[in-house]
C-alpha cells in the first residue's frame, strides 16, 4: 500500500503469517519497485528461520516475477503462490491489515517525510498490532500472545 508524505508516496509492503496474523516481514520504501519487497520477504525469513518449505502467495504485481524475487524465493526454499488475475479474495488477509493501519494509524493524514511515516508505522505493527491489537479469529488475543498460547499448548503446559 502506499503512503502520503510531503516528499512523495512511501510504499510499504507486508508479510504476514496467515496461522497467527503476524506482520513477520515489512519494509517501506520511496518507490514500489522489488526491492521493497525483497526487504519485507528477507525479514521475514530472518525472524521465523524456517525449517521446511514455506509457502508465500502475493499479488500478481511486477515486483513478484522478477528474476530477483524468484531467486530470492529458490534460495530460501519457498513456494511461490500467485493466483489469477482479478482475484481479490486471496490477499484479503494484507488487505485487512491494510485498512486497519489506514483506519487506526494513518487515517487522511500525511507525514512530513517518509521517515516519519517509517517511524509511526513501526510502532503501529511492532508496539501496537503484533503485540496489543485483539484478532477476532485469533479468539481475541493478539498476534504474539495467540503464538505464545500455541507453543505452550504444543508443549503440554
Given at each position: 500500500?502506499?503512503?502520503?508524505?510531503?516528499?512523495g508516496?512511501a510504499?510499504?509492503?507486508?508479510?504476514?503469517?496467515?496461522?497467527?496474523?503476524?506482520?513477520?516481514?515489512?519494509?517501506?520504501?520511496s518507490?514500489?519497485?522489488?526491492d521493497v519487497?525483497?526487504?519485507?520477504?528477507?525479514?521475514?525469513?530472518?525472524?521465523?528461520?524456517?525449517?521446511?518449505?514455506?509457502?508465500?502467495?502475493?499479488?500478481?504485481?511486477?515486483?513478484?516475477?522478477?528474476?530477483?524475487?524468484?531467486?530470492?524465493?529458490?534460495?530460501?526454499?519457498?513456494?511461490?503462490?500467485?493466483?489469477?488475475?482479478?482475484n481479490?479474495?486471496?490477499?484479503?488477509?494484507?488487505?485487512?491489515?491494510?485498512?486497519?493501519?489506514?483506519?487506526?494509524?494513518i487515517?487522511?493524514?500525511?507525514?512530513?517525510t517518509?521517515e516519519?511515516?517509517?517511524?509511526?508505522?513501526?510502532?503501529?505493527?511492532?508496539?501496537?498490532?503484533?503485540?496489543?491489537?485483539?484478532?477476532?479469529?485469533?479468539?481475541?488475543?493478539?498476534?504474539?500472545?495467540?503464538?505464545?498460547?500455541?507453543?505452550?499448548?504444543a508443549?503440554?503446559?
Amino acid at each position: 500500500t502506499y503512503i502520503r508524505t510531503l516528499e512523495g508516496f512511501a510504499y510499504l509492503a507486508i508479510v504476514i503469517d496467515l496461522y497467527s496474523r503476524r506482520v513477520v516481514g515489512w519494509s517501506m520504501q520511496s518507490r514500489q519497485t522489488t526491492d521493497v519487497v525483497l526487504q519485507a520477504l528477507h525479514m521475514a525469513v530472518w525472524r521465523r528461520k524456517p525449517k521446511q518449505r514455506v509457502l508465500i502467495h502475493s499479488d500478481q504485481g511486477s515486483q513478484f516475477t522478477s528474476m530477483d524475487w524468484a531467486a530470492f524465493i529458490r534460495a530460501h526454499n519457498l513456494e511461490h503462490s500467485m493466483s489469477r488475475r482479478g482475484n481479490c479474495h486471496d490477499n484479503a488477509v494484507a488487505e485487512s491489515f491494510f485498512s486497519s493501519l489506514k483506519r487506526e494509524r494513518i487515517r487522511r493524514r500525511t507525514y512530513k517525510t517518509r521517515e516519519e511515516a517509517r517511524q509511526d508505522v513501526f510502532d503501529y505493527v511492532e508496539m501496537f498490532y503484533n503485540p496489543v491489537r485483539k484478532q477476532v479469529r485469533n479468539g481475541m488475543l493478539s498476534p504474539v500472545e495467540f503464538e505464545r498460547q500455541q507453543i505452550l499448548h504444543a508443549e503440554g503446559v
